[in-house]
């Protein structure tokens, strides 16, 4: 059964700072990952998904990665600010089409 | 613009009473799904829909139900049987896996058993 674990559960950084978020996954069978955000009490916004055969995709001050054979993908945030503070969740989409959502990172960026 | 419309953003149930979520996207998306989410707990899949009038049950269906007559709109109704239905409900769409572009989520509507 597919498992989806987020470390840390909670982040607080100074404004600034780079940052990574870490994503893992038990069943390295999947077809794409997807990372998101949600502020409180909000839907989730799409940030970046990663089809099974990438590596990463990128966005502005984001850059996800995505290592298959080690069931790890990575958030990197650069220069960090206040308004990136949310909480981060990514999913996978396993080969019979169920997505698993991890439990997501609370992320706080200090002004 | 395109995207995903639940309604309403908040809703008040009595104890015995059933509730319709509503759930409408313009997106074009094949499939549609309705996660339930709970403080501390992450997204839990209730039901989710390939396809118009075909749906399967997620990982936490006992008291709720869904149809889908249309392929924009996927209602769930929550039913007296959800013996904790308090939570926040979000509906997401997608398209088939072979033309993927990722799952589109809507702005979520808490329910509160009063």
């Known amino acids: 059964k597919q498992e989806v674990t987020q470390i840390p559960a909670a982040l607080s950084v100074p404004e600034g700072e780079n940052l990574v978020l870490n994503c893992s996954f038990t069943?390295?069978?999947?077809?794409?990952l997807q990372w998101f955000r949600q502020d409180p009490g909000k839907g989730l916004t799409s940030l970046l998904l990663?089809?099974?055969?990438?590596r990463e995709q990128t966005s502005g001050r984001l850059n996800a990665s995505l290592d298959k054979s080690s069931g790890r993908s990575t958030l990197y945030i650069a220069a960090s600010q206040p308004g990136d503070s949310a909480t981060y969740l990514c999913?996978?989409?396993?080969?019979?089409?169920?997505?698993?959502f991890g439990k997501g990172t609370r992320l706080h960026i200090l002004p | 613009d395109g995207g995903i419309t639940q309604s309403p953003k908040y809703l008040f149930r009595k104890e015995g009473q059933n509730v319709t979520l509503s759930c409408e996207q313009n997106l074009n998306h094949d499939a549609m799904y309705w996660y339930r989410q709970d403080p501390g707990q992450g997204l839990r899949l209730i039901y989710y829909?390939?396809?118009?009038?075909?749906?399967q049950k997620g990982d936490i269906a006992e008291g709720y139900s869904v149809s889908r007559e249309k392929k924009e709109s996927f209602p769930l109704t929550v039913t007296s049987a959800q013996k904790n239905p308090t939570a926040f409900y979000l509906c997401?769409?997608?398209?088939?896996?072979?033309?993927?572009?990722?799952?589109?989520f809507g702005s979520g509507t808490r329910l509160t058993v009063v």
């Open positions: 069943d390295s069978a999947i077809y794409n």
């Open positions: 829909s390939q396809i118009v009038n075909d749906f």
């Open positions: 997401a769409s997608s398209t088939p896996l072979d033309r993927w572009y990722g799952y589109t």
């Open positions: 990663i089809q099974s055969s990438q």
């Open positions: 999913a996978v989409t396993n080969r019979d089409d169920k997505i698993i």
